[in-house]
């Protein structure tokens, strides 16, 4: 009986643009311009009216006071490391456990990644880990708030103060989350938000830095725009040549994500009641961890992220996966490789051959296996992640999930 409901179970591709992001879109179209960007110092430096409207509802609902829309978090991220004014000779500490962007965004500027390692229950970087690779070129810290939810964040905050170091969060998996009663992602000194395809809420592409620091969010603006050429006109800025790039949002994505934005808090809720239902589900399977919440967080759960003891389960992790996989259900062993087991770390290749950034100025860097155990042990041994909790999925979805879970691990005890 149950195994007949399972197999009627499908998950279909998500997809959540309707006539409302069609209307604003062809509002776009039929108006213009595609891109209200230009590169002289006026008020059309700072994008079109799209872009501007945008950003301005982003800042009234995560209540930020600077919003600067990019072209992506990756780019977003690249320009937060050039408004902090980090480059070549300057470290950033960043978790290994995380898309590769975080950390190639230090690369983009010259400075070096340096990881630490991450909590094993939240998934987070680990402020312990963080503190013993402080050195005196260290500039930043990189809080990547991983499948929905901040680390511990009030002992990076404090770390960070004690050693005068700046905190980026990249909360492209986390819009909506919130520790201590604040949305992720406004915590620390500048914040970078995704809306890539994957994302809780998206417009093809995109992202937005935030950050309640002037400064900052000047220094953000001109490194969009190729600060390079439009400095001397620009009002207010004091801080010397800024070099950059083009990074600028259009008015089509800024209009769909605008209509995204407006569905953040329903979507939000959505997958919280599936993947509380999940963990209620899942619970007492000895050696099954379902997601772990420290106290101050809510997680909105962009993954649904459990840990398993393959001994106290009976199977192996990649049997279990197989099985449920096999069953047609979304789930994976394990989240990315560590990144410093990437090739570009491993042979120290970002700009050709000449090891630069890495090795310069007196440091060099070594990215062996075993630097950061607890990732390791994550990523090959105990992490398993599945997508169920998505919207349009439903309860029966999650049903369907559970019970097949449960059944696997009991069919391979019998054996
Ligand atoms: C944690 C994290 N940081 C950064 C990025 C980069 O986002 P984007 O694709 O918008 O450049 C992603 C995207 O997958 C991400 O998950």
């Known amino acids: 009986m149950r195994k007949k409901r399972n197999n009627k179970i499908t998950f279909p591709p998500v997809y959540m643009i309707d006539a409302r992001e069609i209307r604003a879109v062809t509002a776009v179209l039929k108006k213009g311009p595609l891109s209200g960007f230009v590169g002289d110092a006026s008020a059309d430096f700072f994008g079109g009216p799209v872009v501007k409207r945008f950003e301005s509802a982003f800042a009234k609902k995560f209540k930020v006071r600077h919003v600067v829309s990019f072209n992506s978090a990756t780019t977003a991220l690249h320009g937060a490391v050039v408004a902090l004014s980090i480059g070549p000779g300057d470290e950033v500490i960043v978790p290994p456990y995380t898309m590769s962007a975080s950390a190639t965004a230090v690369l983009m500027n010259g400075a ?13 970087i680990d402020p312990k880990s963080v503190e013993k690779k402080i050195t005196k070129r260290t500039k930043a810290v990189m809080m990547v708030n991983l499948f929905g939810q901040t680390g511990h964040m009030g002992a990076l905050l404090a770390l960070a103060k004690k050693h005068k170091l700046s905190v980026i969060e990249d909360n492209a998996q986390s819009a909506g989350a919130t520790w201590q009663g604040q949305y992720t992602g406004t915590v620390g000194d500048i914040g970078v938000f995704s809306f890539n ?12 830095l935030v950050t309640n620091n002037k400064t900052f969010a000047l ?73 772990h919440i420290p106290k101050g967080n809510t997680h909105v759960y962009y993954s649904y992220i459990m840990k398993m003891d393959a001994k106290k389960l009976g199977i192996s992790r990649a049997e279990l996966v197989a099985k449920l996989q096999k069953l047609g259900f979304p789930i994976g062993a394990g989240y990315v490789k560590p990144l410093y087991l990437l090739p570009l770390f491993q042979k120290k290749q970002a700009f050709n051959a000449t090891h ?50 449960r059944e696997v691990i009991a069919a391979a005890k019998k054996k």
């Open 112 to 124: 070096v990644p340096i990881f630490a390692d991450i909590d094993p229950d939240t998934f987070c």
């Open 197 to 208: 395809v994957h994302k809780q809420i998206q417009s093809g592409e995109g992202g937005v």
């Open 219 to 291: 220094r953000a603006q001109l490194a969009r725009n190729h600060g390079e050429s439009v400095v001397p006109g620009m009002p207010g800025y004091a801080a010397g040549p800024i070099f950059g790039s083009n990074y600028r949002m259009t008015e089509v994505t800024a209009a769909i994500a605008e209509v995204q934005l407006s569905k953040l808090d329903f979507l939000n809720r959505k997958r919280v009641a599936l993947a509380n239902r999940l963990t209620r589900k899942l619970s007492n399977i000895p050696g099954l961890t379902p997601p």
């Open 356 to 405: 630069f950034p890495f090795d310069y100025d007196g440091m060099t860097q070594e990215y062996r296996k075993g630097i950061c155990p607890v990732t390791e042990r994550m990523h090959e041994q105990e992490l398993i992640g599945t997508d169920v909790c998505q919207h349009p999925y439903t309860a029966a979805h999650i049903d369907a999930f559970a019970d097949a879970m």
